[in-house]
């Protein structure tokens, strides 16, 4: 009777050995179950993006001023009576700090003030 608990013992510590480092043990079900949580979330944000889609189309469908705002919006189309302005912002530039910690504009006021005084 003891060789066969003897065995049964040994039996189970090759079997949960085998579980827990070999393909299709524990470890790569843990893996698996972290993609799938991966998947659901971008699942998720598919059907978000497919009912907003759906919500856009169904606006397209039934009101005339929803297409004709998307075609000024996308396509910078205009009525025949209007004029189209395009207004180009500039990038400004940061003025030049100096190491005395004033930047150039400071520096040549207050030079300018001490020699007119």
């Known amino acids: 009777m003891k060789k066969l608990y003897l065995a049964l013992a040994i039996l189970i510590v090759i079997l949960q050995a085998r579980l827990l480092s070999s393909e299709g043990g ?24 497919n009912i907003k889609l759906a919500e856009e189309v169904k606006s397209l469908q039934t009101n005339p001023q929803s297409i004709e705002t998307l ?13 189209f302005i395009q207004v180009i912002e500039l990038k400004s530039e940061q003025p030049a700090v100096l190491e005395d910690g004033l930047n150039d504009n400071e520096g040549s006021i207050s030079e300018s003030n001490q020699t007119s005084q």
């Open 71 to 83: 075609a000024r919006q996308t396509l910078g189309m205009v009525k025949e009576d209007e004029v």
């Open 26 to 49: 524990l470890g790569e079900l843990f893996s698996l179950q972290e993609q799938l949580k991966i998947q659901e979330h971008a699942l998720e944000q598919q059907r978000l993006l």
